[in-house]
Every structure is written in structure tokens, then in C-alpha cells.
């Protein structure tokens, strides 16, 4: 059984922290959330990365927000674990991290994972690209504000400023639309690197 | 430089064709598996691969699209075709490479890849 495997390899096939990315970002989905806004805050010279998740979904109330960070809680119905929000948690403090959750119901909640930037166990950040433009196509109706910092150079990526151009009438997984989304988040990527 | 200019140029190009192409209903549907068993397999690449092959031939009657958790985590990657007025087909195990082999059969020709569905 895959779960049950991905529990015992301790999360280690969530290889890249932007798969871990596109998991919690699909929870803020899920919740019925307008907006997720992604952010990635690289700090080499603090040996920090923060990744923050944040979306104005349902929320959760606190016994429900205790209890998420157990791989043996989960609100779907087709299986018993839920593993995405304890496997980001794991990959934080392995490497000397920090974890937190908050949320407050009917306003939304927030992912915080701080990870040791140098540390031996931090996983690389991964394809960022395929990340948000996989959660772009797959939900058009809903606005993602990315952000991207490295020391002091930073990227912003938001669909607010695409919709705006494109009008109620184009959806943004129109397969034109998602190359040039495809194409600004690599060329935006590019240069924070 | 990739500039809103642009999009503004994508708009221009596909006003008026939107319409056209009628409405979500008579489309086929591709929906790709992305639950937490599904990304740890290799979903995020089978629908990276799916969209561009859709995108690459104009295949203006299909829409790439996910879902979370189908169940049937030892299968994943998991790809569900929806065409309509037809029985919903499950890919099971998917990869990049067979997605290519779908589109081409499956979407375009009307021929499912029967060796690539669940049960097999």
C-alpha cells in the first residue's frame, strides 16, 4: 500500500519542497478557497528557507487544527491517513526547522515551514515552474499570488494581473494562456536564481 | 521578456474564437489524480506532459484538469477520460510517456489504451 509506504520511507518520496508545495497548496483548493498566496523566502545568508502557505478557505476549528498534523487524521473519505501536512512538517524539522499551523474558521489558514537553508537533510526546492502552473490550469477559477525571494531579489507571480488582461471570458487554463504562464514563471524563476 | 503586452495579444487572438469552440459540456475531460499518493508517485509530470501534447496538437475539445484522492493509491498515477456519451476510462500507473500514447490514441483517435487501464 503506497500510504503505508510513504509513512515508513518517512516522507521521502516527496523528493522536491515544491511537491510539498503543490500537496498543501491543494488543501487551501479543497477548502474552497478564491485565493492561495505562495511564498518562498530563500536566505542563504541566515541559512533560512520559509515557505508559506496561505489560503482564505473554511478554516479549521482548534480540535480539527490539533489533530492535523497526524498522518492518521484526515477529512476524505476514500482512505485513512492524511499525509501531506505531516510530511511538510517532518521535512521542516529535519533539518532544524520550524512548523506551524494556524486557523481561524470561515477565514482561512496558514502553512509555515522554515527549514535550515544548509542543512544536509533539506530537500531542493524542486520544479517551482510545474508547481504553480499545475495549480494555475487546474484551477482557473481561483487567483494564486506567488512570490519568490532570494537575499534581496524577488519575483511575483500573480493571476489577479492576468485576469485582469484576459477578461472574464478567457480562462486561465486555456492551453494558450498556460504556456505564457508557463513561460513567465520560468523566466521569473530564473532570475532570482 | 515575457510582458502582460503579450497576453494582451493572446486575448486579442482569442476573442470572439472562445465562443466558438461551445461550452465545457461536449468536451472531453482529462482528470489527473493529485492527492498526497499521487504527487509523491509522479502525478505533477504526467500533467505537465498531458497539457503540453493537449496544447501542442490545438486539441480545442479536451480540458486537463485534476482531482484528489480517487482510492486507489497503489495505482497512482491515476488519469480518468471522461468522454461524452461514453464510459469513464481509468489510466492506471501513469507516466509522461504513456500519456503521450493516450492523447494520441484515446483523445484524438477514439481508441483507449486498453494495456495501461486498471486491471490490466
Given at each position: 500500500?503506497?500510504?503505508?509506504k510513504?509513512?515508513?520511507?518517512?516522507?521521502?518520496?516527496?523528493?522536491?519542497?515544491?511537491?510539498?508545495?503543490l500537496?498543501?497548496?491543494?488543501?487551501?483548493?479543497?477548502?474552497?478557497?478564491?485565493?492561495?498566496?505562495?511564498?518562498?523566502?530563500?536566505?542563504?545568508?541566515?541559512d533560512?528557507?520559509?515557505?508559506?502557505?496561505?489560503?482564505?478557505?473554511?478554516?479549521?476549528?482548534?480540535?480539527?487544527?490539533?489533530?492535523?498534523?497526524?498522518?492518521?487524521?484526515?477529512?476524505?473519505?476514500?482512505?485513512?491517513?492524511?499525509?501531506g501536512?505531516?510530511?511538510?512538517?517532518?521535512?521542516?524539522?529535519?533539518?532544524?526547522?520550524?512548523?506551524?499551523?494556524?486557523?481561524?474558521?470561515?477565514?482561512?489558514?496558514?502553512?509555515?515551514?522554515?527549514?535550515?537553508?544548509s542543512?544536509?537533510?533539506?530537500m531542493?526546492?524542486?520544479n517551482?515552474?510545474?508547481t504553480?502552473?499545475?495549480?494555475?490550469?487546474?484551477?482557473?477559477?481561483?487567483?494564486?499570488?506567488y512570490?519568490?525571494i532570494?537575499?534581496?531579489?524577488?519575483?511575483?507571480?500573480?493571476?489577479k494581473?492576468?485576469?485582469a488582461?484576459?477578461?472574464?471570458?478567457?480562462?486561465?487554463?486555456?492551453?494558450?494562456?498556460v504556456?505564457?504562464?508557463?513561460?513567465?514563471?520560468?523566466?521569473?524563476?530564473?532570475?532570482v536564481? | 521578456?515575457?510582458?502582460?503586452?503579450?497576453?494582451?495579444?493572446?486575448?486579442?487572438?482569442?476573442?470572439?474564437?472562445?465562443?466558438?469552440?461551445?461550452?465545457?459540456?461536449d468536451?472531453?475531460?482529462?482528470?489527473?489524480?493529485?492527492?498526497?499518493?499521487?504527487?509523491?508517485?509522479?502525478?505533477?509530470?504526467?500533467?505537465?506532459?498531458?497539457?503540453e501534447?493537449v496544447?501542442?496538437?490545438?486539441?480545442?475539445?479536451?480540458?486537463?484538469?485534476?482531482?484528489?484522492?480517487?482510492?486507489?493509491?497503489?495505482?497512482?498515477?491515476?488519469?480518468?477520460?471522461?468522454?461524452?456519451?461514453?464510459?469513464?476510462?481509468t489510466?492506471?500507473?501513469?507516466?509522461?510517456?504513456?500519456?503521450?500514447k493516450?492523447?494520441?490514441?484515446?483523445?484524438?483517435?477514439?481508441?483507449?489504451?486498453?494495456?495501461?487501464?486498471?486491471?490490466?
Amino acid at each position: 500500500m503506497l500510504c503505508h509506504k510513504l509513512m515508513t520511507t518517512g516522507g521521502h518520496v516527496l523528493q522536491e519542497i515544491s511537491l510539498n508545495i503543490l500537496d498543501i497548496a491543494e488543501n487551501g483548493v479543497k477548502a474552497g478557497a478564491s485565493v492561495v498566496e505562495i511564498a518562498v523566502d530563500e536566505q542563504p545568508q541566515k541559512d533560512l528557507l520559509t515557505v508559506t502557505i496561505k489560503d482564505n478557505g473554511c478554516g479549521m476549528d482548534a480540535e480539527k487544527l490539533q489533530q492535523v498534523t497526524d498522518p492518521f487524521f484526515t477529512s476524505r473519505t476514500t482512505r485513512k491517513v492524511g499525509l501531506g501536512v505531516p510530511f511538510i512538517k517532518m521535512a521542516a524539522e529535519m533539518t532544524g526547522g520550524r512548523f506551524s499551523i494556524e486557523s481561524t474558521v470561515g477565514v482561512g489558514t496558514t502553512v509555515t515551514a522554515q527549514f535550515g537553508y544548509s542543512h544536509i537533510d533539506r530537500m531542493p526546492l524542486g520544479n517551482l515552474v510545474d508547481t504553480v502552473t499545475a495549480l494555475v490550469q487546474c484551477n482557473p477559477h481561483m487567483d494564486f499570488l506567488y512570490t519568490h525571494i532570494r537575499g534581496d531579489q524577488v519575483f511575483v507571480m500573480d493571476t489577479k494581473e492576468f485576469r485582469a488582461v484576459l477578461g472574464d471570458e478567457i480562462s486561465l487554463a486555456e492551453p494558450e494562456v498556460v504556456q505564457y504562464i508557463r513561460a513567465f514563471l520560468a523566466e521569473g524563476e530564473q532570475s532570482v536564481i | 521578456m515575457k510582458s502582460l503586452a503579450e497576453l494582451q495579444a493572446i486575448r486579442e487572438r482569442m476573442q470572439g474564437t472562445v465562443g466558438l469552440r461551445g461550452d465545457n459540456t461536449d468536451k472531453i475531460r482529462v482528470v489527473v489524480g493529485m492527492a498526497t499518493c499521487g504527487i509523491a508517485a509522479g502525478a505533477r509530470p504526467v500533467l505537465t506532459a498531458m497539457t503540453e501534447e493537449v496544447a501542442k496538437r490545438n486539441l480545442d475539445n479536451v480540458t486537463v484538469t485534476q482531482t484528489g484522492c480517487i482510492g486507489l493509491c497503489q495505482y497512482e498515477p491515476l488519469v480518468e477520460v471522461y468522454v461524452p456519451g461514453q464510459e469513464k476510462v481509468t489510466y492506471v500507473k501513469m507516466t509522461p510517456e504513456k500519456a503521450l500514447k493516450v492523447v494520441e490514441d484515446h483523445l484524438v483517435n477514439g481508441n483507449p489504451v486498453a494495456e495501461y487501464t486498471i486491471g490490466r
